[in-house]
Structures are given as C-alpha cells and as structure tokens.
C-alpha cells in the first residue's frame, strides 16, 4: 500500500469513525447515563468488533451479502429492528440514579453489533473496494492495514464520544434533563434507520 492509499484510508476513517452514527449516539448516552468507566467494556467492544469485522468482509465475506439480495434485505430488516429497539431503551433512560440498576452494553454485545451496523457495512464494503487491489498476498496485507489501522481510529472516535457523554453528565443531574437528552440520541439513532427503511421499502 503506497503513502498515498493509507493517508486516503486513514482520512476516510478518521471522517466515518468521528462523525454522528449508530455506535457514537448509543456511547454518548451511555458516556451520560452510566460514565465512561461502565461504558467501556462497550467502547472496547466496537473498538475490536469493527476492525474484526473490516478484516473478515476484506477476506471474503462481503462478496457472499453482495451475491444474495434476500441475505441483503433480511439484514437490513433486522438492523432497523435491532436500531428502532435500541432507541427505545437509550429514550426511557430517565436519571443518572435509575444507571445504577441499569446495564450497558457488553463488550460482545458491540462488538456483535456491528455485523448489522448499517455504517458500519459502509465503511467496510466502501474501503476495501476502494483501497485495496491485486490478490493473494498483496490483498491480505492491504485488507490488515486497514483493519489494523481502525483499530486506533476506533479507540479514538470511541472515547472521545463516550468522554463526550460523561462531560456533560454534570448538566443532566436534574429531573428531566438526562432523559431529553437520552431521548435526542435516541431520536437520532431512528433518524439513522431512514435510508435503510427507504432501502427496504424498495426491496420488498
């Protein structure tokens, strides 16, 4: 892989690991409910769980999803599914007391989430189609690099989403707050489910 490629990779990542998306709305309102230190077993979990992921469809495996469009639309229903149930539970979040009781997300629990990431398939199928090329070998160490280099970027956009969420902890003491809060990130993980329902809607 030439300077140029992985200097184009890393601003790729850099710009879909940082930027508003499934994996950042539900660590910021963990980061708010619970704090950083109980979030991250969760912030490890994408942090591991993406670059595995990355590495597995580089090998292969995005080449069987994009053979089969039934296999194409059954995860993208169970994505949204998955997303919709999600909000729900991040919106009924009601107080920084209620967390006491409550769970985040497990490690294999985020990290298994991102096998129906919509953002998540984006990055992966995009960047290795678009920075990857020859075979055997060459393929395979292109396809680790990047997997290897998300690694960093994933540890980076994770904490600072989850530190994001804990910062303002401070502010969201009071009755309510936390849960307007709990309910915008929640508001914006459907708004993430639009383009997938549109997809779907199409599909069937």
């Not at 009071?174 to 779907?200: D, H, K, Q, Y």
Request: charged letters at 10%.
């Amino acid at each position: 892989m030439s300077a140029q490629t992985f200097y184009a990779v890393l601003l790729f990542s850099v710009v879909m690991a940082f930027t508003p998306g499934p994996n950042n709305m539900m660590l910021a309102s963990s980061g708010a409910t619970y704090g950083v230190r109980r979030t991250l077993p969760h912030l490890f979990g994408v942090s591991v769980g993406f670059p595995v992921m990355i590495l597995l469809v580089g090998l292969g495996l995005a080449s069987i999803l994009l053979a089969s469009p039934r296999l194409q639309l059954a995860m993208k229903i169970v994505s949204c599914v998955y997303l919709l149930w999600l909000a729900v539970q991040i919106g009924r979040s009601k107080s920084t007391g209620d967390a006491a009781s409550g769970k985040p997300m497990t490690f294999l629990a985020a990290a298994a989430f991102q096998w129906i990431n919509p953002k998540a398939w984006l990055y992966a199928v995009g960047a290795i189609s678009a920075y990857t090329s020859g075979s055997g070998t060459q393929l395979y160490t292109q396809v680790v690099i990047i997997a290897l280099l998300n690694i960093a970027v994933s540890l980076g956009s994770t904490t600072t989403w989850a530190t994001f969420g804990a910062a303002i902890r401070r502010f969201l003491r009071t009755p309510g707050t936390l849960r307007l809060f709990n309910l915008l990130m929640a508001l914006l993980l459907v708004g993430s489910t639009v383009p997938i329902l549109l997809e779907i809607r199409d599909g069937l």
